[in-house]
């Protein structure tokens, strides 16, 4: 859809710059995965349901989450924006040529003709640009998430690409700031459970996984999270036939360094699931950075916990 196009219709974003990484994103796809479709989505689930909040949006709107800044747009129309996330440095310049800083986690205007520009975060991975009535553009299988690893949803944004806005929610923003607090940029301590596949591992391994912090390398992305550190040694040779994966899984390859998978993790695998993250840490795990160091602690409670569906 060209910009002419969309000035004509309505609220649009213009992607000036999508820095390293900007895809669409919402809470993903669900109940695919007895067909192959992961569910995909916001890697960061709670930062986008807050920017959605904060704009009275539909808490499943479709919003830009943007991997280390860079992104730089334009807006059509006179529009409501909010970052959460990784907090950036981020201004918003007028057509007159006025510049002004923006908030996080803040409800702000974004007039017509103005561009917003996001620096890189000091801390955390992920920032949300959320717009207020979400980004429209088609759903693929009920859902408006760009999954890297199958290539299902909207292209990623390159510059000139044109984003439209849906229409306003009849409902109105009751907060313009919410004081949450930062991601972590030290060791990020996450809670595990012991995985289905434990037992094909020496009986010293989960305590291996726990009593060190592992790094976070450069090989990460949305699919999963490399990882460096001790050695988990097996038990038993040979490969799984492939089963379900979860979000969250830590699934260890022959070299004995785990992955953690996030939100575009295959619905299946085969090597060995030593444990797996509990969901409310998934989304801290997200805003883990390269070179950054997480640690595991096995959760006591996990009597409790039901298994989530793949």
Sequence with gaps: MSEATVSGLGRALVVLAPGPLTTVQDLGRRRHSHLGV??????????LRLANRLLANPEDAACLEVTLGGLKVRAIGDLLVTLTGAPCPAAVTCPDGRARGVGHASVERLPDGATLRLGVPSRGLRTYLAVRGGI?????LGSRATDLLSGLGPERPVPGSVLPVGPAPAGFPVADLAPVPEPESG??????????????????????????????????DRVGMR?????????????????????????????????????????????????VLRDHHVDRAA?????QRVRFRIDRDHRSHRPRRP
């Design 38 to 47: 992961g569910r995909s989505g916001a890697a960061d689930r709670g930062a």
């Design 136 to 140: 429209d553009v088609p759903e693929v």
């Design 187 to 220: 060791v990020l301590t996450l809670d595990v459970l012991p995985g289905p596949r434990h037992d094909w591992f020496t009986p010293g391994a989960l305590e291996a996984l726990c009593s060190e912090p592992y790094e976070v390398t450069a090989h990460s």
């Design 227 to 275: 990882l460096r550190g001790p050695r988990l040694e097996r038990a038993r040779d040979g490969e799984l036939p492939s089963e379900g994966m979860v979000l969250g899984a830590l699934q260890v390859p022959p070299s004995g360094q785990p992955t953690l998978f996030l939100a575009d993790h295959p619905v299946t695998g085969g090597y060995p699931v030593i444990a």
């Design 287 to 291: 805003q883990a950075r390269p070179g």
